[in-house]
């Protein structure tokens, strides 16, 4: 096994403020950034504060900025920078810090709350749907979301407006609400509830102008873009001129 020295920066701080410590630390074969921040907190940093569970890409906990990029660092190998590169690690930007590479990062929890949830058909019981395989697909490929934050980080709608946060639901939600617009089963709009609009009114899907750094940083390769947040678009816009929709609102105003 070989082994070299790297050297690292690392956000070292709080609320309060902080800035970049320098750290040289021994780096193995095989390596991932955060057994390199292991190592440091067993041997230099005792105090570092920094969020994992899996080390396997799975939780979604130990989303960081690496070198100014969204990653996972659980799944960000050593190998990926040259051995005289200087690795400098700091927290997700658009959140705000409690300590070190920890951040608060309950703006998507409560954006989350903001989606109402699945409406099951009337008349039909659990085991009795039946859907198009390309139905299934969709949502199952939505679903390998392990909510790690990396695209709602990364997004310029709130990463350079904190103001647009009130409005905005970000990628992972708009995603979240396209998953449920498409699906053939979902009972919403009998029940009087309008996804697209909400889409539109509530969830800020118009400040979305398509950068799609959201999908290039998606550590589970979800076409966040292309497959969820262009079609709820094309959806929302189709509804908002069909004859139909534009002569209702006009009935219902009166
Ligand atoms: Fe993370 Fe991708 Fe889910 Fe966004 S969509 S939270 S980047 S896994
Ligand atoms: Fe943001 Fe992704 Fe749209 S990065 S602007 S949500 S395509
Ligand atoms: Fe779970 Fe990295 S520790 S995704």
Same mark, same amino acid.
């Not at 921040?37 to 230099?44: C, D, F, G, S, W």
């Not at 130990?62 to 005289?84: D, H, K, W």
């Given at each position: ?13 709080? /609320? ?8 040289? $630390? ?18 230099? /940093? ?23 990029? %969204? ?8 190998? $990926? ?9 700091? @927290? ?22 903001? $989606?109402?949830?699945?409406? @099951? ?17 969709? %949502? ?39 998953? &449920?617009?498409?699906? @053939? &089963?979902?009972?919403?709009?009998? /029940?009087? &509830?309008?996804?697209?609009? /909400? ?43 069909? @004859? ?11």
């Amino acid at each position: 096994m070989s082994s070299y020295e790297a050297r690292f920066k690392v956000w070292r701080g709080d /609320a309060q403020g902080g800035g970049l410590e320098d750290f040289k $630390v021994e780096v193995n074969d095989g390596e991932v950034v955060l057994d390199i921040i292991h190592r440091l907190q067993a041997t230099q /940093a005792p105090d570092l504060a920094v969020r994992w569970n899996c080390k396997a890409g799975k939780c979604g906990s130990c989303s960081a900025e690496i070198n100014g990029r %969204p990653r996972l660092m659980c799944m960000t190998r050593m190998s $990926v920078f040259t051995r005289e590169e200087t690795v400098t690690v700091t @927290p997700l930007r658009t959140f705000p810090v409690i300590r070190d590479l920890v951040t608060d990062v309950g703006y998507n929890y409560a954006k989350a709350r903001e $989606v109402p949830s699945f409406v @099951p058909p009337a008349g039909l019981g659990p085991g009795e749907y039946r859907m198009f395989q390309e139905d299934v697909d969709r %949502p199952q490929e939505f679903r390998k979301c392990i909510e790690c934050f990396l695209c709602q980080d990364v997004c310029h709608v709130v990463r350079d407006h904190e103001d647009n946060k009130q409005a905005y639901a970000g990628p992972r939600f708009l995603m979240r609400v396209a998953e &449920l617009d498409m699906h @053939p &089963l979902d009972a919403a709009a009998e /029940a009087g &509830l309008d996804r697209k609009r /909400a889409a539109q009114d509530d969830h800020g899907l118009g400040y979305c102008n398509i950068t799609k750094c959201c999908t290039e940083v998606c550590p589970e390769g979800i076409r966040i873009t292309d497959n969820a947040l262009i079609p709820l678009k094309e959806r929302a816009v189709d509804r908002k001129y069909d @004859p139909l929709v534009w002569l209702g609102s006009k009935i219902r105003r009166r």
